[in-house]
Nanobody, 123 residues
């Protein structure tokens, strides 16, 4: 499975962005999907995850209520709608896919990773 994230950019605080992650291969619908991010000089951190059917979701406390993860299995794509962006959201956002039967924030639980897309939020 190959993952390609897109949609990043430079925005002002309070703005919105929608990230997309397109997956290749035929197994997208059996994979849990997630977004993680890594700010400059910081460790990678979990942002959000979504189950195979799109019903179950899981968010980091720092983005709960502002970000929404969704997926379109017909398009093999996962999205991250980000609203009310803050400067501390500035990071490279990576999508990831995993075969576990449950949602998790743990990096090592994901089997496939995309290259990432940069989101910069100015104050």
């Amino acid at each position: 499975v190959q993952l390609q994230a897109s949609g990043g950019g430079l925005v002002q605080a309070g703005s919105s962005l929608r990230l997309s992650c397109a997956a290749s291969g035929r197994t997208f619908s059996v994979l849990n999907m997630a977004w993680h991010r890594q700010g400059q000089g910081k460790e990678r951190e979990f942002v959000a995850a979504i189950g195979r059917s799109g019903i179950s979701t899981y968010y980091a406390d720092s983005v709960k209520g502002r970000f929404t993860i969704s997926r379109d299995n017909a398009k093999s794509t996962v999205y991250l709608e980000m609203n009310n962006l803050k400067p501390e959201d500035t990071a490279v956002y990576h999508c990831a896919a995993g075969r576990l039967a449950y949602l998790t924030r743990t990096d090592s639980s994901y089997d496939y990773w995309g290259q990432g897309t940069l989101v910069t939020v100015s104050s």
